[in-house]
């Protein structure tokens, strides 16, 4: 079938960045607390209470600019954005309007599609509001004002909701690289507001875009747009025109609704802030904010196949959460064996963190490292390597105490080695005629067959040493 409409989409990305205090006073700007713990003058906006920068919070902002290709504005100031709501006590929000932090950015998704960053600026958070329908009363909690934030502006070019899927996923994964933003989407710390709009397909016009507000997953993202291009080919289909205007998300209906039109749109009478001077940046600066940018995922992943050597596969996997792919980078750091530990890791760590929300491997890199080491060098075979892992996920402890306390502990018993291998030979004389006579894949049976007369007494490794010296002995 013929596409009738292209989709048009552009995102602004909320992004809380996780410094220790806010963005112009003091507070702690951790997440949680009880209801209005963390506020001081300042945040609150107490007449005569003076903003200062958090530096921390310029850096932040600017590492993620740098990693998503921005140029920085070597000359940066903030804004006063005016609006009256509740969870906003100054009645304005300290942002950036023409002088932003970063601009000119770009990140490419795996459909191949470029998309530019218009710009990303710091601005601060607001506060929460808590309504009590039942008893027709409002709260207000202004522990989370005043955190810094980045937005992240993008220019219309994402083409599909798996597009902005992908976006918002990849940049949330980036940020955490960065360490600037802890991108937990269900503590708020991303949000995304959407813009969409249809043009006739081809067409170099953009059609009239509706604005979806805070949406806050990355599926509620995806159904948002995938409901509002539904509505939007309705109109167009029925000759209608879209109407510029911002819309909500209901996450249990799975559609949109209208909240303003444009009319009724926000006059936020920005001017500049007063209270808080430009600043300037040398070039130096920028060259020590680069400096210091960790390795991103997909650098990760280039460094895991080119000089660890594994598949590719494999390296994505480890990369898709930067606490996996840092405990693997600590893992091989104490013990360099690249494919052995990817091998347990991928089966044994993988497989029981994935199903837990919690970013922390319960056991440490050095014990890790010593199990693939023990099995590496069969002092334990490959499967009680796999129990000793699994008993210090549910119970802890050193992994050598667990295998000698487990009896897993291979113990070479050269006489046994002997003992078996020798009657093995003895049983039967027609397959070693059959070596002689050039059939040498009778080692593999005789190979099979001691190893599992053996299990417990010696390594693979001892066995097969022993028979390759009978056999060289015929
Ligand atoms: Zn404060």
Redesign the pocket.
Known sequence: MCKKYDTVIGLEIHAELSTKT?AF???DASFGGDPNTH??P??TGQPGALPVINHAAVEYAMRAGLALNCDINRYTRFDRKNYFYPDLPKAYQISQLDLPLCINGSLELSTGTVVRIHQIHLEEDAGKMVHDDYHGESWADYNRC?VPLIEIVTEPDIKSSEEAAEFVSKIALYLKYLNVCDAKMQEGSIRADVNVSLKPAGSSVLGDRAEIKNLNSFRSIQRAIESEIARQTEILEGGGKVVQETRRFDDATGTTSSLRSKENANDYRYFPEPDILAITFTEEDIEKAKSEIPLLPHQRVERYTKEYGLTDEDARVITLEKYLSDFYDRTVEIYPQYKNVANLFLTEIMRRVKDTDSEEVPISPKDFAKVVQMADKNTVNRNDAKSIIRIMFEEGGDPEEIAKANGFIVVEDTAAIAEVIDKLFAERPDLIEDYKNGKTNVFGFFMGQANRALTGKATPMSIKAYLEKKFSEL
């Open positions: 806010k006073c003091t507070c506020i001081c300042v945040c005043s």
